[in-house]
């Protein structure tokens, strides 16, 4: 894993935005077509509006996944992803080949069949992700599954994780905010050739100092990153401000 520290989350989102086009276009050129994965929430916004604004990609090549989405959340709510999604990316940017969101009002384990099929076929080029305030990896909290060889499973979501979607501003209480999700498991997140993972703000920088200054662990589901070959961690100076001197050090 590698880590690019930034002084601010514009510098931050344009950095991580850039290189993902940077690796869409060289995909299409070399392949036709290029299969991603995007990710959610305010930790994104920076990023996903950099890569909209680049030039000289042929969205009409490439096919779009997501990491997760709530279950039992109607398609308008405010804090569904798959609004955010098509209001944020999919109707900034000209006809994709494909995209694929996850219903989540509908039959939970048959939605995680549908998906798991769908992205078996397309294996993922680069995937777009973040860290949570628990140290999670999409909807994936600790302790995370990391043994699951299923592309798309049903988690439940401990109270770190509502909460910070509460604090985001998605939901009015505590209590409207979901209890379970489908989410895109571990091992199919690391089965992309390349992973960006953009995380911005003071507030995820204990998730941060454990994820890349800890022991591989499933507590910290994010910090499996460490063994992916082409994984960028994108840090502002303030997510990567507890970060150990010692990993600091190593950082060109």
């Known amino acids: 894993m590698n880590i690019h520290i930034s002084q ?21 050129v070399a392949n036709g077509t290029v299969n991603i994965i995007l990710a959610t929430g305010s930790s994104q916004f920076e990023t996903i509006n950099q890569l909209i604004s680049q030039k000289n990609i042929d969205w009409s090549k490439v096919v779009m996944f997501h990491l997760d989405e709530y279950i039992g959340l109607p398609v308008a709510h405010g804090a569904g992803f798959r609004k955010y999604l098509q209001e944020r990316f999919i109707s900034k940017v ?14 939970a384990q048959q939605e995680c069949d549908r998906l798991g099929k769908l992205i078996t076929d397309h294996p993922i080029d680069v995937a777009l992700v973040g860290i949570g305030e628990n140290g999670h990896l999409a909807f994936n909290d600790p302790p995370a599954d990391f043994e699951t060889e ?3 499973i049903i988690v439940k979501l401990d109270e770190a994780c509502r909460r910070q979607q509460l604090g985001e501003g998605w939901f009015h ?16 997140i690391l089965k992309s050739k390349h992973i960006i993972c953009s ?10 100092k454990n994820c890349v200054g800890q022991p591989v662990s499933n507590l910290y ?11 960028t961690l994108y840090l502002d100076k303030f997510s990567a401000a507890l970060i150990p001197e010692n990993i600091l050090l190593q950082i060109v």
Request: overall charge neutral; glycine content about 6%.
């Open 94 to 107: 000209p006809s994709l080949k494909a995209f694929y969101l996850i219903k989540g009002e509908t039959d």
């Open 199 to 208: 995380v911005p703000d003071a507030r995820k920088a204990i998730a941060v």
């Open 173 to 188: 209480s505590f209590e409207e905010v979901p209890r379970s999700a489908i989410s895109m498991s571990i091992k199919q």
């Open 150 to 152: 299923e592309p798309y």
């Open 8 to 28: 601010t989350p514009q510098d931050l989102g344009k950095a991580a935005g850039s290189a993902a086009a940077q690796i869409i276009r060289e995909v299409i």
């Open 221 to 231: 589901p994010a910090g499996i990153l460490q063994l992916h070959a082409n994984c």
